[in-house]
T-cell receptor
Framework: AQSVTQLGSHVSVSEGALVLLRCNYS??????LFWYVQYPNQGLQLLLK??????LVKGINGFEAEFKKSETSFHLTKPSAHMSDAAEYFC??????????FGTGTRLQVFP | DSGVTQTPKHLITATGQRVTLRCSPR?????VYWYQQSLDQGLQFLIQ???????AKGNILERFSAQQFPDLHSELNLSSLELGDSALYFC??????????????FGPGTRLTVL
């Protein structure tokens, strides 16, 4: 069985500051991990995914995430936040099936 | 724009009623997934179809059913609606099905309000 835990339902940063959104996973099989972003009144858009190749994964809009097996983590980072990054972010896992198991989401606020 | 379309965008109905949500996948995608997003349950996988066949089932109530047609569009039918069914329903599609690393492309969702 798979699950993800996103620590922090709300994260606030200043524009230009580092963004760190935390995700820990649990999986009985080698996991595939995803980060999706949801802007207000829109669907989910894939930011990046880990598919057991490189452990550091680069995505769109300057985001990246590092798969750390020893810590069962897949935290999302961006060096410098932009106002347009304000959205809800979801971590998801899949394992031996392709259905996605989502975390509860983290709402990112960016202050000027 | 993901290429996945969902209609209607909004739906308001009464308890006990039945509604149908429609999804057209991206051109060429064979798999369709349905997810429910609600405040108390979060984002939950409901059901997956691959090339017309049911592939996987998640937390889908017996009052809910889905199908995928030969042209690959899918419909999610919700019956005997309850207040708790109010949620955002997303459809996603992927090229294949069963390949766990395939990206799923999400539609804009249908917001269902049950009064």
């Amino acid at each position: 069985a798979q699950s993800v835990t996103q620590l922090g339902s709300h994260v606030s940063v200043s524009e230009g500051a580092l963004v760190l959104l935390r995700c820990n996973y649990s999986s009985s099989v080698p996991p595939y991990l995803f980060w999706y972003v949801q802007y207000p009144n829109q669907g989910l858009q894939l930011l990046l995914k880990y598919t057991s190749a490189a452990t550091l994964v680069k995505g769109i809009n300057g985001f990246e995430a590092e798969f750390k097996k020893s810590e069962t983590s897949f935290h999302l980072t961006k060096p410098s936040a932009h106002m347009s990054d304000a959205a809800e972010y979801f971590c998801a896992v899949s394992g031996n099936t392709d259905k996605l198991i989502f975390g509860t989401g983290t709402r990112l606020q960016v202050f000027p | 724009d993901s290429g996945v379309t969902q209609t209607p965008k909004h739906l308001i109905t009464a308890t006990g009623q039945r509604v149908t949500l429609r999804c057209s996948p991206r051109s060429g995608d064979l798999s369709v997934y349905w997810y429910q997003q609600s405040l108390d349950q979060g984002l939950q996988f409901l059901i997956q179809y691959y090339n017309g066949e049911e592939r996987a089932k998640g937390n889908i109530l017996e009052r809910f059913s889905a199908q995928q047609f030969p042209d690959l569009h899918s419909e999610l039918n919700l019956s005997s609606l309850e207040l708790g069914d109010s949620a955002l329903y997303f459809c996603a599609s992927s090229p294949q099905g069963g390949r766990v690393a395939d990206t799923q492309y999400f539609g804009p969702g249908t917001r269902l309000t049950v009064l």
